[in-house]
């Protein structure tokens, strides 16, 4: 019914997981970008079809994922080797696709961010949504700072509610801090030049709404403290104990990462 595609580069400690977790689904790819560990091992251990293409942006290998891989079901699923299904969100999927009409053209997906066993439902502004189960032919994906979002669309979009899990910080803190200094990069880029108009602030499209506040709001000088003081106290990310501190103080680090980045770009650094 729905065929799973997982992009990958060294996700030894984290792809047993998320394919146990699709156990359900019948044509899972593993598209790879060059893993110097165990990953390609890992995958044919579970019997799945592996792919390589080199890594250029989340959007481009997507894109080229749906264009080029022999998938056998007419709706595709997007998951992140550090993601995994519930069975609660295998029915929901489901269920989606079974009532899904002719003009359904995907469903936008939400994430449990998962760190130390503990759901920060309130710390990550759950819930957040990407455009990951998408219909053969009817969806291009273009970048947007480290990730992507949807490109030129054939129809509608709807909203799968029940999430799936996400276990970001799985490699560790000093995994998940070089990474993000490496995405700050990006999104401070896109963020300059890619500014959505202001507008997009009020609109009824979450994922462009989400996109667009992001923007905007860090142009404000104090965004990164106020991003922690929303997050850790008014979204009530303190109820989340000390994982919730953690996670409000390390994406408050992040958001002043993009500030300084964006200044930099600003002024035309040179080093």
Same mark, same amino acid.
């Given at each position: ?12 400690? !984290? ?11 019948? !044509? ?8 110097? !560990?165990?990953?390609?091992? $890992? ?17 481009? #290998? ?19 080797? !550090? ?20 003009? $359904? ?93 202001? *507008? ?13 506040? *992001? ?27 000390? #994982? ?28």
């Amino acid at each position: 019914m729905v065929s799973v595609i997982v992009l990958t580069k060294n996700e030894e400690n !984290d792809l047993s997981t998320c394919l146990e977790s699709l156990s359900w689904c019948d !044509d899972i790819h593993v598209l790879d970008s060059g893993s110097t !560990d165990k990953t390609l091992e $890992m995958a044919q251990k579970y019997e799945v079809k592996t792919w390589h293409h080199p890594f250029e942006s989340f959007g481009k #290998q997507r894109n080229y994922a749906l264009d080029r891989l022999p998938l056998r079901h007419e709706w595709v699923l997007f998951l992140d080797a !550090d993601e995994a299904s519930t069975k609660a969100f295998q029915d929901a999927v489901y269920g989606a696709i079974q009532s899904a009409k002719p003009e $359904m053209a995907g469903f936008y997906l939400c994430w449990k961010m998962i760190l130390e066993g503990k759901w920060l439902k309130y710390c990550d502004n759950f819930p957040k949504w990407q455009l990951r189960l998408v219909r053969m032919g009817k969806v291009r994906y273009t970048d947007f700072g480290h990730g992507q979002k949807e490109g030129s669309v054939e129809g509608k979009i709807g909203y799968i509610k029940e999430p799936y899990l996400h276990f970001s910080f799985s490699k560790g803190w000093s995994q998940w801090i070089d990474r993000h200094n490496k995405y700050s990069t990006l999104e401070a880029l896109s963020r300059y030049r890619n500014c959505p108009p202001f *507008k997009s602030i009020f609109t009824k499209n979450k994922s462009l709404r989400n996109l667009a506040l *992001k923007s905007w709001l860090s142009k404000l000088h104090g965004w990164p403290l106020l991003r922690f003081f929303y997050a850790y106290f008014l979204n009530l990310g303190f109820l989340e104990g000390t #994982q919730g501190y953690i996670y409000c103080v390390n994406m408050s680090y992040h958001e002043f990462l993009i500030q300084i980045k964006i200044r930099e770009i600003k002024k035309g650094y040179k080093g």
